[in-house]
């Protein structure tokens, strides 16, 4: 379950410098090392995995685009967390940035600052404010595990305590070594890319309003979430590992084996439950949210226009991925050497 909280909610805007301010050197994914877990799977299960993988619509590449008549849309898939490609990304997507009539983000450099602004008015909105918190919920013996998982995130005791338990996998589904080199604090090529639009006068725009998704994680049932954090920490395997399978994957541009993958883990690891839990989260944070994107898409995109949109790279890939929903509203989408 840990690779599921990596693979899809460290793919998620929400995730980025959202946490207490960290020491960040400005090295994320330079000094942090890792084995390949799937390289390291048995060959046939490995095989398995990427003949499940390239039946998917669009398994591989980051970035694309999709015309219908004289309107065109550049995608991108982002790695919410600085890489060490993040600048040769940038310089890769500028000119699209500075072509583009329109820029959209999943939540723009604005409204994550107004996110941000409410969250530190409203701290219910990440942290349990009322009732027992997590060193109730837990017990003593995973609360103690997870305490020592959060501290080698630099998080201290106190504050773990109070997390959302949502918001608490998403912070364990970072290494502890992409933590303490910034991974919560440097910016990643989403906020980049907003700030190159802003710099060019074309500030980027939101596809979803970042109250729905603030809405839309409160959603999930609270013994769900403790159950998730539960299995993440029997998972026996070392985080920096998969941190940097999906980081090195990512790079390789091979999005869905990362998704077959984590579930595979999931259910692997986690059983039924971890099988229910992925199909939530894929459910909820993937595939509802694609197609409301494409909706707003739909609503804002005029005929003629010219479009870039920059979002986590696991949204692309799938039967429900954004760029098989745009074939499926007449457009032809093409892979574009990155």
Known sequence: MKFLWSALLALMIVAVALVTPLSAQDTTGDTCGGADLIEALDPAKREALRREAADMPHAEGLLWQA???????????????????????????????????????????????????????????????????????????????????????????????????????????????????????????????????????????????????????????????????????????DMNDLSYTIRERYLSEEIALTLVFSRYVSEEYGGEAGAEGFAMVEDLLLEKRNLGWIDRLEDEVAPGDHVLVAVGAGHLPGEVGILKLLEDKGYTVTRVDL
Request: proline share 6%; glycine share 8%; hydrophobic share 45%.
């Open 67 to 237: 015309t219908r008549g004289d309107t065109v849309i550049d995608i991108f898939g982002t790695y919410h967390f600085k890489h060490r490609l993040t600048e040769t990304h940038l310089d890769r997507l500028a000119p699209l940035v500075e072509a583009a009539d329109k820029v959209y983000l999943e939540v723009s450099n604005d409204d994550q600052m107004a996110m941000q602004r409410a969250m530190a008015e409203d701290p219910s909105l990440m942290f349990i404010t009322e009732g027992p918190t997590l060193p109730d919920l837990l017990g003593e013996e995973d609360w103690q595990h997870y305490r020592a998982e959060m501290q080698a995130r630099m998080i201290p005791g106190f504050m773990a305590a109070k997390f959302k338990p949502l918001w608490a996998g998403m912070m364990l589904g970072i290494g502890p070594c992409e933590a303490k080199a910034g991974a919560f604090e440097a910016k990643g090529i989403d906020m980049l890319v907003g700030e190159h639009a802003a710099e060019a006068g074309n500030p980027t725009r939101s596809l979803e309003n970042f109250d729905d998704l603030l809405t839309l994680l409160d959603s999930f049932p609270m013994d769900d979430q403790i159950e998730m954090i539960r299995m993440s920490l029997a998972w026996p395997g």
